[in-house]
């Protein structure tokens, strides 16, 4: 949505703020600040997406952040969440596995005490 020459002269300044006023015009974006104006990460340096959220953790922002995952090493969000979904239903299956496979060797110990 930015010309080159907007996306090359993106500073934190008060040019930077005509920018984004020029661009919110031509862009559709549903959530706005309480003023009205377009929402901006200080961080990231660039707009925010409806539904996005800046993760501390990875450094970006996220569409429709969910949370920064440990065991993924990464943020669920809009992308990846099927597979976080798939990753958890797997999980569950292979311990729900793990436990069928190990009862037969539990009830043998408990057997012969």
């Not at 920018?19 to 015009?25: C, E, G, N, Y």
């Not at 707009?47 to 440990?70: G, T």
Request: proline residues 3%.
């Amino acid at each position: 949505y930015l010309t080159e020459d907007e996306h090359l002269n993106m500073r934190a300044t008060d040019r930077d703020k005509e920018i984004l006023q020029s661009v919110s015009a031509r862009v559709n974006v549903q959530e706005r600040t309480t003023t009205g104006a377009m929402r901006y990460c200080d961080i990231c340096k660039c707009i925010k997406p409806d539904r996005a959220h800046h993760c501390s953790m990875c450094m970006q922002c996220v569409l429709k952040m969910d949370h920064h995952c440990p065991w993924v090493g990464n943020c669920v969000g809009f992308t990846n969440y099927k597979y976080f979904v798939l990753f958890l239903f797997y999980t569950c299956l292979y311990t729900l596995f793990i436990t069928v496979c190990c009862i037969p060797d539990i009830t043998n110990v408990w057997r012969h005490r």
